[in-house]
């Protein structure tokens, strides 16, 4: 059985697999993928820290895979159709298959958040990207990014 004894020495992933032109605003998020690390693949978790400023995604909701977020430490703004709402630590939030009140965290704060972000590990999803011009098919594990119309992005 793996032990992880400090999840902040695993090499930690940044960016996005976004299309231009809706990579710009996510710099500053960093997630070490707690379940890849311990060879499970059912469900994943990842540890994700915000830098002041960051947002984790553009507003989105997924139609097959469930989502959770646990809050560690610092203060994220939780972004839903109804407005903003401050989420600190020991809060936790779900956004069950198929909601589609579309969400994302932005750190407003002046220090470091971070969180688990626990979720399915569906092979095939759709996500919705209600503010934005874009949808994702994920088929065999692989996402495609499309416009609004189903045009695929360049």
């Known amino acids: 059985m793996p032990i992880i004894h400090d999840p902040m020495l695993i090499p930690a992933s940044s960016g996005t697999i976004y299309p231009e032109p809706f990579r ?11 379940t890849d690390t311990l060879g499970l693949n059912q469900f994943g978790v990842n540890l994700t820290t915000l830098e002041p400023g960051a947002r984790s995604s553009h507003r989105h909701w997924h139609a097959i895979e469930d989502e959770c977020i646990y809050v560690l430490s610092g203060e994220l703004t939780l972004v839903l159709d109804d407005g903003e709402h401050t989420l600190r630590p020991s809060m936790v939030v779900g956004f069950p298959a198929g909601d589609k009140n579309g969400h994302c ?4 704060g002046q220090v470091v958040a971070t969180y688990l972000e ?4 569906s092979p095939t999803d759709d996500v919705d990207y ?3 011009d874009m949808k994702a098919e994920k088929r065999d594990g692989k996402y495609l990014f499309l416009h609004k119309n189903g045009e695929p992005y360049k």
């Open 130 to 132: 209600p503010d934005i």
């Open 118 to 121: 626990i979720g399915t590990r």
């Open 105 to 108: 965290l932005i750190n407003h």
């Open 24 to 34: 710009s605003g996510l710099d500053g998020r960093l997630k070490r993928k707690l």
